[in-house]
């Protein structure tokens, strides 16, 4: 295989991975709002999505989630674009007004800043899964769709 080869294979693959956790997602709602209400016609009270099963669906899905997310960073740290891709155009006369940046950053230090802080959030809402801020963020979104679409 060539390197372009190599490359469309990659960036195929990725996005593979970021259907599949679109549509395994999407499947485990599904099926938590089924479960659900098949709960609530026993107990009418009873809540259609609850922290446990949410967090069990989501343990699931999430090694295809990390997985997707690894690609990504990689992608982003070894600088592997689709070509083809529309790139954005800049206005020639804004471009001559502005002087050349003096010192700027090479991409492959921009990107591995970008992957380090991603890999920081990562770490960060894992504490916080972990501390168990998880529950009270879930018990506080399902109160609020809840009420904004006056269903609670």
Same mark, same amino acid.
Do not use: W
């Given at each position: 295989?060539?390197?372009?080869?190599?490359?469309?294979?990659?960036?195929?693959?990725?996005?593979?991975?970021?259907?599949?956790?679109?549509?395994?997602?999407?499947?485990?709602?599904?099926?938590?709002?089924?479960?659900?209400?098949?709960?609530?016609?026993?107990?009418?009270?009873?809540?259609?999505?609850?922290?446990?099963?949410?967090?069990?669906?989501?343990?699931?899905?999430?090694?295809?989630?990390? &997985?997707? %997310?690894?690609?990504? *960073?990689?992608? $982003?740290? !070894?600088?592997?674009?689709?070509?083809?891709?529309? /790139?954005? +155009?800049?206005?020639?006369?804004?471009?001559?007004?502005?002087?050349?940046?003096?010192?700027?950053?090479?991409?492959?230090?921009?990107?591995?800043?970008? &992957?380090? %802080?991603?890999?920081? *959030?990562?770490? $960060?809402? !894992?504490?916080?899964?972990?501390?168990?801020?998880? /529950?009270? +963020?879930?018990?506080?979104?399902?109160?609020?769709?809840?009420?904004?679409?006056?269903?609670?």
């Amino acid at each position: 295989m060539s390197g372009f080869d190599r490359k469309k294979a990659f960036l195929i693959l990725q996005a593979v991975l970021c259907v599949c956790v679109a549509v395994l997602l999407a499947a485990a709602a599904v099926r938590i709002d089924r479960e659900g209400a098949a709960r609530r016609a026993e107990h009418p009270l009873e809540p259609v999505y609850t922290p446990e099963n949410t967090a069990e669906v989501l343990m699931r899905v999430s090694p295809v989630f990390f &997985v997707s %997310l690894g690609m990504t *960073a990689a992608g $982003l740290l !070894l600088g592997i674009r689709d070509d083809r891709a529309p /790139r954005p +155009v800049r206005d020639p006369a804004k471009a001559r007004r502005k002087a050349p940046a003096a010192g700027k950053p090479s991409r492959r230090t921009v990107n591995a800043v970008r &992957v380090i %802080l991603l890999t920081a *959030a990562v770490i $960060l809402i !894992l504490l916080g899964a972990a501390n168990g801020s998880l /529950r009270d +963020v879930l018990m506080k979104a399902i109160n609020i769709c809840t009420e904004c679409v006056g269903l609670g």
